[in-house]
């Protein structure tokens, strides 16, 4: 019987563009059914107590920048730790995942673009012209732009939010598996261990 796992994430996040090629791997070779589920972080943050990056002191985001150069080196990636676009509004291209997802398409692709645009590419993923692009890029229809602004589009974006409280997730990339969060790119080895051994979730 396939497994689940609910993938939370945003297209702003550092961590889930470093995670995402890897963790896809891991689902796939596991034969495990991916949920994506776009979340707008600065709610997220906001509503488990986290802060959004300018307000954290200095130390923390200086470290921050140590461990994306760590974690580029490691991964064997290229992309800017300060990239021109950034920060976002990812409302858009978040919902532009859940519009695909709506219309019947194949997420990852398109979140694999929307995520390089932002920490590979330096383009603006707010934009709705630049978003036009990339659809065009992948053959996907133009029309998933007005969908991503559609009403039903956004009670998705707010329902996945209120999972991810629900969840105990609090940042992106999260990766829920059998209710038992595994929070950070950093901990993808760990989803592997848990999927391979077939052992019940942890929990608190």
Do not use: C
Request: glycine share 6%.
């Amino acid at each position: 019987m396939s497994r689940s796992i609910d993938y939370y994430f945003s297209i702003v996040s550092p961590w889930a563009f470093i995670g995402h090629a890897p963790f896809l791997d891991v689902a796939r070779r596991h034969g495990a059914r991916v949920n994506f589920r776009p979340v707008f972080l600065g709610e997220l943050f906001a509503d488990t107590g986290g802060l959004p990056l300018p307000r954290r002191h200095p130390a923390r985001q200086r470290y921050r920048l140590v461990e994306l150069k760590r974690w580029r080196e490691a991964r064997g990636i290229d992309f800017h730790v300060s990239p021109a676009h950034w920060p976002l509004d990812a409302k858009h291209g978040d919902r532009l995942v859940i519009a695909a997802q709506i219309a019947g398409h194949d997420a990852a692709p398109l979140i694999a673009r929307l995520i390089s645009g932002v920490w590979q590419r330096e383009e603006d993923m707010a934009d709705p012209a630049t978003l036009a692009e990339v659809l065009a890029e992948l053959g996907l229809p133009a029309e998933l732009l007005e969908m991503a602004a559609a009403d039903r589009t956004a009670v998705i974006y707010q329902a996945n939010h209120d999972a991810a409280v629900e969840a105990d997730v609090f940042g992106s990339p999260a990766y829920v598996l059998d209710g038992e969060v595994f929070w950070g790119q950093d901990r993808i080895d760990l989803l592997d261990r848990a999927l391979s051994s077939g052992r019940a979730p942890f929990t608190p």
